[in-house]
């Protein structure tokens, strides 16, 4: 595995945890395109996106932004559905068709979303039925392509008036983390019955990169760096590889 690919998923993973994500899309979208077999993808991605999301996660709980309790709908009906994700076999065509749609909405949100000014009055309450339709449906993606979800979960957040940026923010960790943990269970699982989830061990030097690279960009969130321009680098960066890969 060449050096700059690893340099790479660090840079990576630097930014998406600066602004509240793990990467999983973008690893997938690299590795297609560094030629890997597209079946063991999502299991790699999905790994790395554990390792950044952990860091971040910690961080939130440290500051009292983590509202699990408001979280557990939407949880319950993505965790069983990133798991279905995992084990549902895809053509290898269906797979970068959503992979790569899934890059180009998320890198336009960040592109073009604004600052959300919050009001203590502007919080909601989300009806049970939507939080579960919207959980499901990101899981089941989550889980399809080998990403967390938050990139979707986010903009459904804020539609919905779920709480504060930061209260968003944090939820968007917790609910990468669990997706993760359980579409990779999936995966595994799914690896385990072709007997091809030896090709994945190769890769782990990426984990050691992920993991530098989400404490360096805990560390920029925490230093209260910038977030627009790290949100405008991270959607150049997104849109990049997502024409990129949708054009192979």
């Given amino acids: 595995m060449p050096l700059y690919f690893?340099?790479?998923?660090?840079?990576?993973?630097?930014l998406y945890a600066a602004v509240g994500f793990g990467g999983g899309s973008t690893y997938n979208a690299l590795l297609v395109l560094n030629g890997t077999d597209y079946r063991i993808l999502p299991a790699i991605a999905l790994a790395c996106n554990i390792v950044v999301v952990s860091g971040s996660l910690w961080r939130f709980s440290k500051s009292g932004h983590l509202a699990v309790k408001?979280?557990?709908p939407f949880m319950a009906a993505s965790v069983p559905a990133a798991w279905l994700g995992g084990r549902l076999p895809v053509s290898e065509t269906l797979f970068i068709v959503l992979l790569g749609s899934a890059l180009?909405?998320?890198?336009l949100r960040l592109l073009f979303q604004r600052d959300v000014i919050y009001q203590a009055s502007d919080k909601r309450a989300v009806p049970l039925w939507l939080a579960g339709v919207s959980g499901g449906a990101i899981g089941l993606l989550s889980g399809l392509v080998g990403i967390g979800g938050g990139i979707f979960l986010a903009p459904v957040l804020y539609a919905l008036r779920w709480d504060t940026p930061r209260k968003?923010?944090?939820a968007c960790s917790l609910f990468i983390l669990v997706n993760s943990v359980s579409g990779l269970t999936g995966q595994i699982m799914k690896l385990s019955d072709t007997e091809l989830l030896s090709l994945a061990v190769p890769y782990w030097p990426l984990l050691i990169a992920v993991f530098i690279g989400g404490q360096?960009?805990?560390?920029m969130a925490s230093k209260r760096l910038e977030p627009l321009i790290l949100k405008r680098l991270t959607a150049i960066l997104i849109l990049y590889v997502a024409i990129r890969l949708l054009l192979k």
């Fill in 70 to 72: 408001a979280l557990l």
């Fill in 216 to 219: 360096i960009g805990s560390w």
């Fill in 104 to 107: 180009l909405l998320s890198g």
């Fill in 168 to 170: 968003i923010a944090a």
């Fill in 6 to 14: 690893i340099i790479l998923f660090l840079i990576i993973a630097a």
